[in-house]
């Protein structure tokens, strides 16, 4: 049987700082519980974002309840009293601050509930039909809130010039990869709307320790948002129907649907030759071979290596392979050597009868650079690149 609680024990308890006064809810009135309720709202929030709740049109309907809250709160003694205990996050601050204009100016639990329902009659939340929950907005907060873009009669020649690209064929869609890369004058299709990237903002580190930058973007039926790269990503992988529009040059590499010079399949290669020329062998880990194939098994079309001038007579190794779908080996093939045409290895051999062979599918280039050039190919931005042969590098071509 369990042992009564005398008075000693309880001054006992007492005098060791433990609380024995009972705080169940039911020691609460019906008005305490409704403000400890509304508190833990907001520190739900906090918790969940990081950040305060904050006032603006901006900002989704629950982020405006929380903050007109949290004033309110702060500024009544009652609330205060009652969460006094209850606030280990500090969100109630040292003292009450004085009531402002700005409290007034924003509306009240009542108001911004009553803006929730269909016909404002500020009924139930929990009958509400149409309005997602705090958490899915934060999800989805790609969909940000734009305003009319002043300026569009610069845009709308893009937005026309694009169309016509894509109704001639010489520009495509393709789908947005996962968190591809998002470059000024970019072209994409998010929830049916073309859009362009007109500008990127400097590059900074966000709350999360993660690169980011501000982004202006412009949509076709003449409004702009600004939004934050992950921001636009996010609303790109969560639409199954996004699209990036590729540059001109690179419309007739991938289709939506195959043509007789498609390829249902093909490979992307590089190899390095093993040949014992003195030039090849003392630069051989520069030199590669790139090309395109539509054999399944790449390895068969590099077994006779030695007896093919295309392969510097000479037995190759392969080390890179990208597989594609859908493409245009011939133009896909001519697109990366003209790419790379700066690089192309400057030599002459010859074969057994004596035949002069000049190589024109070898480059000077080191492999991660053939392989940054093989993403941006395929995020649809290589376009907008050059190769700089000097440096060795991919730089952005300037605009004019």
Known sequence: MARKTTDEDEDLLNDLG???????????????QRIIAGFEEIERFVKESGRLPSH?????????????RLEQIRCSQECRDALRERDPQGLLGDEAPEVTSRVMEEPGDEELLAELTEDGSGEDITKLTHVRPWQEIKAAEEVASRNSCRDFEEFRPIFEKVQEELDSGDRKTIPFADNADVNQDDL??????????AECGEPFVSDYGR???RLRVIYDNG????????????????????RRITAPDLGPLFSAESSEEDLPSGFVYIVRSKSDHPFIAENRTVIHKIGVTGASDVKKRL??????????????????EVKLSNINRVKLEALLHRFFAEARLDLVLKDRFGEEIVPRE???????IIEEALEKLIDGTIAKCRYDAKTAKIIEIERT
């Open 18 to 32: 433990v609380d024995t006064e009972s705080q169940d809810q039911g020691s609460y009135s019906a008005r305490e």
């Open 223 to 242: 409004t702009e948002s600004d939004l934050l790269v992950r921001s636009l990503q996010r609303g790109l992988n969560k639409d199954k129907a996004s």
């Open 211 to 213: 690169p980011d930058r």
């Open 188 to 197: 994409f299709i998010l929830h049916g709307q073309k859009l362009y990237v």
């Open 303 to 320: 077994a006779n290596a030695k007896k093919d001038p295309t392969f510097l007579l000479a037995d190759v190794e392969m080390v890179g």
């Open 362 to 368: 070898w480059f000077v280039v080191p492999l991660p």
């Open 56 to 68: 603006g049109e901006d900002k989704d309907i629950f982020e405006r309840l929380y903050a007109a």
